[in-house]
């Protein structure tokens, strides 16, 4: 069976199934169905290998709150019984794993009974409150903006909305399409800072024999060089397993690759310490032609009176800081960033109640 992309997959399900199911038993319900959220496939990033894991016919479809208690199981209900059993091949039912817990296979077509869709039935203000825990966009405060996760903020942006009679996951989709542009600015900042803490230590390790510290603390920096590519390309940045594929398809990459993978395979901490530097001249010329802030000379420099060649990223952390005009946004703890910026725990990026409590300390830190 030829692979098929999930997003294409998804359109399948809902113009052959779901849209005739609906307009046959639910004629003039207003909805909306695509699909987004969590899985490779909504990020275009699925292969054949995706397909034995939480994969295959998915949709969802956005019910307005009102309609949504009368509407939701009746509309599962016809799904399980009237869906046919496989699209393009691909099986409609799926099952739980017996190995790996909270996994879902595909079953072989027409061998369960009703069928196990994955179909779901919802509103948009409750997709909303589950994906980023948050009740309305009137909720996108500074400090809110600053504690959504870039994953879930991709999810919710990225995929498929392919009919929207409603208007609200689409109002969504481009409130939340990227942030405003001093919290950009603000993020942007505290990114350079991150690398101006760190830069001067990839020759400090090697100056000192400490081989295996200088290569980590330059994995560290050519981590954050990529990321703020992303945040100059203002896109989200996937989770670890996609974080290097995304990249690719930057266009920022190919003029960083060189300088990128002169770091990694270096031999010695000077031309580690090179590749940095010249990764970040490409990002620094990229920020000055786009005009974020005040021009900041782009050339590296000794680090005071040692032999470290570093750009001292926190010049242009200090220049964006200082283009930001909204006074929420400036009396935010400056170089703090948004909550991957400095948490990479999978667990803690997936507790809301964390996010909410970072969120009151931020109002509390300048309150």
């Known amino acids: 069976m030829t692979f098929m992309p999930g997003l294409a997959l998804s359109q399948m399900l809902y113009e052959t199934a779901v849209e005739p199911l609906l307009a046959h038993h639910a004629a003039g319900l207003p909805y909306a169905a695509g699909l987004i959220g969590a899985g490779s496939e909504v990020l275009g990033f699925d292969t054949e290998r995706s397909t034995d894991h939480d ?24 799904f399980r019984h009237e869906l046919p059993p496989s699209i393009a091949g691909y099986s409609t039912s799926f099952a739980a794993s017996t190995e790996e817990a909270g996994i879902a296979h595909l079953v072989n077509p027409g061998t369960v009974e009703p069928i196990e869709h994955r179909v779901i039935v919802t509103s948009a203000e409750h997709w909303l409150t589950d994906q980023l825990g948050i009740a ?189 005009t909204d006074p929420a946004v400036r009396d935010l703890p400056p170089y703090l960033g948004g909550i991957d910026q400095y948490i990479d725990s999978t667990d803690a990026m997936n507790a809301t109640s964390l996010h909410h409590a970072i969120r009151r300390w931020i109002g509390d830190s300048h309150g």
Not at 233 to 256: N, Q
Not at 285 to 309: C, G
């Open 136 to 324: 309305s966009l009137d909720d996108l405060t500074p400090a809110t903006w600053l504690t959504l996760g870039e994953q879930r903020l991709l999810e919710t942006t990225d995929g498929r909305i392919f009919r929207d009679d409603l208007g609200t996951i689409t109002a969504i989709r481009q409130a939340l399409a990227w942030y405003p542009d001093d919290i950009w600015r603000y993020r942007l900042a505290a990114q350079w800072k991150r690398l101006d803490q760190l830069e001067p230590f990839v020759g400090r390790c090697g100056e000192v024999g400490d081989d295996l510290g200088s290569q980590l603390v330059t994995m560290t920096l050519v981590r954050d060089v990529m990321k703020l590519a992303f945040l100059l390309e203002r896109r989200y940045v996937p989770y670890p397993k996609w974080f290097g594929t995304g990249f690719t398809r930057l266009e920022l990459a190919p003029a960083l690759q060189p300088h990128l993978d002169a770091a990694r395979f270096a031999g010695s901490w000077q031309e580690r310490e090179g590749g940095i530097y010249r990764a970040q001249r490409v990002l620094a010329r990229r920020q000055n032609e786009m005009a974020l802030s005040e021009w900041v000379d782009p050339s590296a420099r000794s680090f005071f009176s040692r032999p470290f060649q570093v750009m001292f990223g926190g010049r242009f952390a200090n220049a964006l800081l200082a283009s930001i």
């Open 55 to 78: 994969w295959g016919p998915r949709l969802i479809l956005f019910l307005a709150p009102a309609d949504l208690p009368l509407w939701q199981t009746r509309l599962q209900d016809h």
